[in-house]
């Protein structure tokens, strides 16, 4: 993986329109639309399959329900990076949050189960619009370490945010399994201030010896499998924790949602910790990439439980650490004309490795016998990750940044 690339030279970051703190919030929001349509109804679903018992198919449907948005935005992002560069971001992400809106609540008078997965996919492309416009106006408001800055911030939120909405998903929950579905209208709130609030993005008059650079084809290809697999690893601590707290006996939800919050919050640390390096992002890969590893080993390794919760702190940190090293990675390799495609396909393949993660554990687990020992296979594979990259990255920070040559 070649080193960060300094940022291009018609970036635009010095407008006062984004020197307030509403524009930040609106993208910030924005960005944990998403999130909530990944975790909301994860308590209701055992609600939503008695409720569709009668459906044939319905035990195989209503986990799609939850999971199918992420496939779509998987999907969709690159079509909707496309959308991005050529209708305008400002102007998609106002639609788009509309949308998400209205589809979001579909099910609250959908009676059919069908009905309701379809209305789940159109959250997914309303889903990739969002998420894709979000994270490319973050790149066209701000640049250099405040751009970082503001990445790091993106993971801080979407990480706290999953914590609070499966917590706000399971009260809602208990007066019926639709009303958790009431949430998705925050969209019209956000719609009409995003609107008004964001201004306008336009590159900022390129300098004069400049000469346009075409879409990177190769390098983001790099990036982007590589976030694929990055995907896997952040979303296998989440996804897994609890099943493997209960193999080891704990059996007690508020256990459960404690080390789920712990697990969040070690998140977040990594994120501030990245708000704190100054190496480029590709340079520091292979270190973050052991650390998940060293996190992966000790939980598929753990007999007991406070083990297992160590394993899945040292995790979280590294991948808090890695995703908006990703992500960083990604957005020094655009320029303004193509931001939106290349932000499209790293927010696919992103959620692309979400979509894959319980699949992949899965398939671990029929291979080597239990969920554990899955967690620690994946946690050498980790590790090979991590050798892989040393070398590449170490003859990339050989190369002067304006000379990396284009490659994975």
Known sequence: MPASAAPPAHDQGDSPAVRSRLPTMLLMAGSCLPILGAVLIAPVLPRLQDHFAHVPGGAALVPLVLTVPALALAVLAPFAGVLVDRLGRKRLLVAATVLYALFGTAPLWIDSLYGIVLS???????????????????????????????????????????????????ALGSTG????????????????????????????????AAVPRP????????????????????????????FLLDDLGVTSTGVIGAVTALASAATVLGSVLFTRLTDRSGRRLPALFLLCAAGFLLMGTAGQPALLVAGAVVNCV?????????????????????????????????????????????????????????????????????????????????????????GP
């Open 215 to 242: 879409f990177p084809a190769r390098r983001m290809a790099g990036i982007c499998l590589l976030t694929v697999f990055g995907g896997v690893v952040f979303y296998a601590v989440p996804v897994e924790m609890s």
């Open 318 to 406: 590294g991948t808090g650490l890695l995703l908006p090293s990703l992500l960083t990675l990604a957005m020094s390799r655009l320029d303004f004309a193509d931001r939106g495609r290349g932000t499209g396909l790293w927010t696919a393949a992103f959620f692309l490795g979400e979509f894959l993660c319980p699949l992949a554990l899965l398939a671990g687990e029929g291979a080597v016998g239990d969920l554990a020992s899955s967690v620690g296979l994946l946690g050498l594979l980790t590790l090979l990750v991590s050798a892989a990259l040393l070398p590449v990255t170490r003859r990339a920070a050989e190369v002067p940044p304006a000379q990396v040559p284009e």
């Open 120 to 170: 789940r996919v159109l959250v997914g492309v309303a889903e990739a619009a969002v998420m894709t416009c979000c994270t490319t106006l973050i790149g066209d408001y701000w640049t250099g370490r405040e751009r970082d800055r503001l990445l790091a911030l993106q993971t801080m939120c979407a990480s706290v945010s999953a914590t609070a909405f499966l917590v706000l998903g399971g």
């Open 177 to 208: 399994w639709r009303t958790p579905f009431w949430l998705y209208a925050v969209g019209l709130l956000l719609a009409p201030a995003m609107a008004r609030a964001l201004p306008a993005p336009a590159p900022a008059a390129p300098r004069p």
